[in-house]
């Protein structure tokens, strides 16, 4: 599932470790216990496009907020996304399978 990339993380969270990383103000290690992970998943995270679960995004998102001012706005952006995936994961999320009724249909 993982592929090496040389342009960095694909996902808002990976990109925004990647920053908070390079801001040099925070280390793998300092980080890796935040998230409640090893130092090597946040290797990867950074690294290679291995998904961070949903948990971590949360705990990630809510660090940044408290302790990195300049990235305060990309941490609620990754806060919401990851609220957002947790409840439709969860199926408090309603999915429908088409357009709403009373929207018109297109007759060509």
Known sequence: M????GRGPKSRSGRLLKLVLDGGKFSASALAQELCVQESDIQS????NVAMPLKQQLCLALFVIEHVPALVRDGHALKSQAAAAAEFEGGSTTVH???PEKW?????
């Open 2 to 5: 993982s592929r090496e990339s």
């Open 45 to 48: 995270y950074v690294t290679t």
């Open 97 to 99: 399978s088409g357009p």
């Open 104 to 108: 018109p249909s297109k007759t060509f």
